[in-house]
């Protein structure tokens, strides 16, 4: 499986970084500058950037002038012999580099051409800039999340970016289903601000079903309480109690058993409307003890918990390190794993480093010239 | 393509939902009292569920009990002829209900069978069970989000549920690209903590690389100013400029070109170094108007930008309806619709509703008995 990889940044390498991981030769073409990543932060001790290398991980890299006639005639001999392209750029651009994402899989028809762009690639705002913090502002995931007294809140990764990226892959992955059937190619039209929307679907179902309009109320569920994070002597824990079996095992927990006989706790309807109540008073016993304590005492007692973690703690937990989502490569850099697990085949892609800009550059142009 | 769906709630049927937009034949199996998000609201006037509505459109449904030997039998014929199994039961109900996944692949060796659950199926952590809240929580996700001097932050939307139902799908069609080449099926093992950790690039980065503990920090970029969220006379707007250039067509647009001779906001790392007194200057123009009229004089000027929306303004932009984001089903019902685009064959999905409990059953009964 051949890729040519025209992507910068974030929600294109995500996608060409899971095409690698599942096995597919990825060549990353970049400009003679490197990838705007290369010279962003953070950086190791070597000089190399951490972004570059967690998006670009198992890739081949060549360096190119696309508009230079003899780099242009690489690039389309790459095309001609490729299963995937993929592309970031804003709509326009591979057209004006000459390639056209139709154009191409016109001429070469069993090739798969896959854009990811902010908006798509039609539709009244194809043509405008996105960035990660727009599109989450404009497709309500920003809206939705915080307290109600308080302000709209990004979402703490660029998650508009990555979700892009790994719709990309699974738009590609299906039409390379569909290739094995009918023998032809297809262009591919994944948005950032269509990838977001998707994920919005408990908001959607409000606005969508019953017509309500959705509003953020912080971290407790919608319709189930206990539900929601709760202060302890150090830090937070979320506790999911969403029946009144758990809400038995939580009270015995809590050594406060008698509370299952309080009017305002009785059912789970009750302690929705009197959540403050329950809240407050559960935060009061949560307060005498470390979170970590209870995460013990309420695992025991088979009450769904968790800790609220900062990802260096992450990281490190067992069930990350067992299930290689941290991946240690050849030269000791670490990245993230995948998260696509598979009986049958490695699942934890390859462990080659990012490559250095035109690292694969010679082998290339001889093979392809 | 045939698709046998056990899955329930939210993760599962994601990625059935998924299948069923791509074209395949996707039968839901119920238990005899329907999946638990038929009783779930919100619900629309015909008293159905807009939460069911939402996650199995287009699919099929037959009811059955599992422990029922005749069941049993009928649903073991279906697992013989289909393509892809999927469930996301806790790590072992598969095996205990007589169809555990290693047996079936090893049975049906085309068969791909996906199991999508909270930790994995395996690992110290894979009998627990989760929540999205839980993984939120656990994935370091809640504690990137928010304020500095606020508290961790749930993103609005059940992401950790979503995202996995996604990387469900994106394992489950690579798994079918593979048996083109193989002719082999393969379990399939996807879980909510290792997909919702793969979101978080930027501060993996950090813990990775340079092994620094990233925190929280409000909704503004970590190099970049102006590049945040800022409050105009009614609502806020997020405003990306990453260089001088676009600082420089900022400035013109808020009436304030002298602002670009001032000795703290000269360049972007001065500007991130003082963003409070860039803000605190922004804001000061910003509230003069509304955020509407803040965002075409911005637009116009070449600035990126975009309002902070409600969902349920996001569901309403030319740009989600140009798309088919939002999908009118035959009935005139409302669901979300696909953001997997392809040029060539029809990228909006089935037109088909969810369906009613065991609608499909008799059918399905005759077909396979």
Same mark, same amino acid.
């Given at each position: *499986?051949?890729?040519?990889?025209?992507?910068? $940044?974030?929600?294109?390498?995500?996608?060409? /970084?899971?095409?690698?991981?599942?096995?597919?030769?990825?060549?990353? %073409?970049? /400009?003679?500058?490197?990838?705007?990543?290369?010279?962003?932060?953070?950086?190791? #001790?070597?000089?190399?950037?951490?972004?570059?290398?967690?998006?670009?991980?198992?890739?081949?890299? %060549?360096?190119?002038?696309?508009?230079?006639?003899?780099?242009?005639?690489?690039?389309?001999?790459?095309?001609?012999?490729?299963?995937?392209?993929?592309?970031?750029?804003?709509?326009?651009?591979?057209?004006?580099?000459?390639?056209?994402?139709?154009? *191409?899989?016109?001429? =070469?028809?069993?090739?798969?051409?896959?854009?990811?762009?902010?908006?798509?690639?039609?539709?009244?705002?194809?043509?405008?800039?996105?960035?990660?913090?727009?599109?989450?502002? @404009?497709?309500?995931?920003?809206?939705?999340?915080?307290?109600?007294?308080?302000?709209?809140?990004?979402?703490?990764?660029?998650?508009?970016?990555?979700?892009?990226?790994?719709?990309? =892959?699974?738009?590609?992955?299906?039409?390379?289903?569909?290739?094995? /059937?009918?023998?032809?190619?297809?262009?591919?039209?994944?948005?950032?601000?269509?990838?977001?929307?998707?994920?919005?679907?408990?908001? @959607?179902?409000?606005?969508?079903?019953?017509?309500?309009?959705?509003?953020? %109320?912080?971290? /407790?569920?919608?319709? *189930?309480?206990?539900?929601?994070?709760?202060?302890?002597?150090?830090?937070?824990?979320?506790?999911?109690?969403?029946?009144?079996?758990?809400?038995?095992?939580?009270?015995?927990?809590?050594?406060?058993?008698?509370?299952?006989?309080?009017?305002?706790?009785?059912?789970?309807?009750?302690?929705?409307?009197?959540?403050?109540? $329950?809240?407050?008073?559960?935060?009061?016993?949560?307060?005498?003890?470390?979170?970590?304590?209870?995460?013990?005492?309420?695992?025991? #007692?088979?009450?769904?918990?968790?800790?609220?973690?900062?990802?260096?703690?992450?990281?490190?937990?067992?069930?990350?390190?067992?299930?290689?989502?941290?991946?240690?490569?050849?030269?000791?850099?670490?990245?993230?794993?995948?998260?696509?697990? =598979?009986?049958?085949?490695?699942?934890?892609?390859?462990?080659?480093?990012?490559?250095? @800009?035109?690292?694969?550059?010679?082998?290339?142009?001889?093979?392809?010239?």
């Amino acid at each position: *499986m051949l890729v040519i990889d025209f992507t910068h $940044v974030l929600s294109g390498p995500t996608c060409t /970084r899971m095409l690698a991981d599942s096995g597919a030769r990825v060549i990353h %073409i970049e /400009r003679k500058t490197g990838d705007d990543t290369r010279h962003m932060g953070p950086y190791i #001790a070597d000089g190399s950037s951490e972004y570059f290398r967690i998006c670009n991980a198992g890739k081949e890299s %060549i360096a190119l002038d696309l508009k230079d006639p003899k780099d242009h005639a690489l690039v389309e001999k790459m095309i001609s012999k490729a299963d995937v392209v993929v592309e970031n750029f804003r709509p326009g651009v591979m057209t004006r580099l000459g390639f056209d994402p139709k154009e *191409m899989v016109k001429k =070469y028809p069993k090739l798969i051409f896959a854009s990811i762009s902010g908006f798509g690639q039609y539709g009244p705002w194809s043509k405008q800039a996105a960035y990660d913090t727009i599109v989450q502002a @404009l497709s309500g995931l920003m809206d939705s999340t915080g307290t109600p007294d308080g302000k709209p809140t990004r979402v703490g990764t660029s998650v508009s970016d990555v979700v892009a990226g790994i719709i990309g =892959y699974s738009a590609i992955t299906t039409a390379l289903v569909a290739r094995e /059937r009918t023998g032809k190619g297809t262009t591919v039209d994944v948005s950032m601000l269509d990838s977001t929307f998707s994920l919005m679907v408990q908001n @959607l179902m409000l606005a969508l079903g019953p017509h309500k309009v959705p509003h953020r %109320i912080g971290n /407790r569920h919608p319709d *189930m309480y206990p539900f929601d994070t709760f202060d302890c002597q150090d830090q937070p824990i979320a506790i999911c109690c969403g029946n009144d079996h758990l809400w038995n095992l939580l009270l015995n927990a809590l050594g406060h058993p008698e509370w299952i006989e309080q009017a305002n706790f009785k059912t789970n309807d009750l302690r929705e409307q009197n959540w403050r109540d $329950v809240k407050d008073a559960m935060q009061a016993v949560l307060k005498t003890k470390k979170a970590a304590e209870w995460d013990d005492i309420l695992h025991e #007692a088979g009450v769904p918990a968790g800790l609220v973690l900062n990802v260096d703690k992450t990281r490190r937990l067992d069930q990350i390190i067992d299930r290689g989502m941290v991946k240690t490569l050849d030269d000791g850099n670490e990245v993230l794993g995948t998260p696509m697990k =598979y009986g049958t085949w490695n699942s934890y892609g390859l462990q080659k480093d990012s490559p250095k @800009l035109d690292e694969d550059g010679d082998k290339i142009r001889k093979e392809f010239e």
